[in-house]
C-alpha cells in the first residue's frame, strides 16, 4: 500500500467516525429540530419550520409535522448514504470493513 494510500485511509476513517456520530444525531433529534432554510440575497431567505414566524433575515413558514418527519427520514437516508460511499471507498483501498 502506498503512503497516499495510508493517508487516504486515515482520512476515510475519520469521515466514517464524523458520518456515524451525524447519523446518530440526526436519528435521536425530534422533528421540531427541523427546517429548511432558502437561503437568498438580503431579507429574501426563506425557513420553514415548526415554529414559523419571520425572523429578521428571512420570511418564515409553519409547516407540517408530517413534512417535518419526511424531511427526517430524508436527511438520515442521505446521512447513511454518504456512509455507505465511505464504506465502498474504504474497499477499494483494501479495508476490512466488516465488524
Do not use: C, W
Not at 38 to 47: F, I, Q
Not at 71 to 77: F, M
Request: glycine share 10%; net charge negative.
Amino acid at each position: 500500500m502506498k503512503l497516499t494510500d495510508i493517508e487516504r485511509v486515515n482520512h476515510l476513517v475519520g469521515e466514517l467516525s464524523d458520518i456515524k456520530a451525524l447519523i446518530g444525531i440526526a436519528s435521536r433529534a425530534e422533528i421540531d429540530a427541523y427546517q429548511v432554510f432558502v437561503e437568498a440575497p438580503g431579507d429574501g431567505s426563506l425557513k420553514m419550520s415548526q415554529e414559523g414566524p419571520s425572523t429578521s433575515h428571512a420570511r418564515g413558514v409553519g409547516v407540517s409535522d408530517a413534512f417535518l418527519g419526511r424531511l427526517k427520514q430524508l436527511a438520515v437516508e442521505e446521512l447513511h448514504a454518504k456512509r455507505e460511499q465511505i464504506v465502498t471507498d474504504l474497499k477499494a483501498l483494501g479495508v476490512e470493513t466488516e465488524g
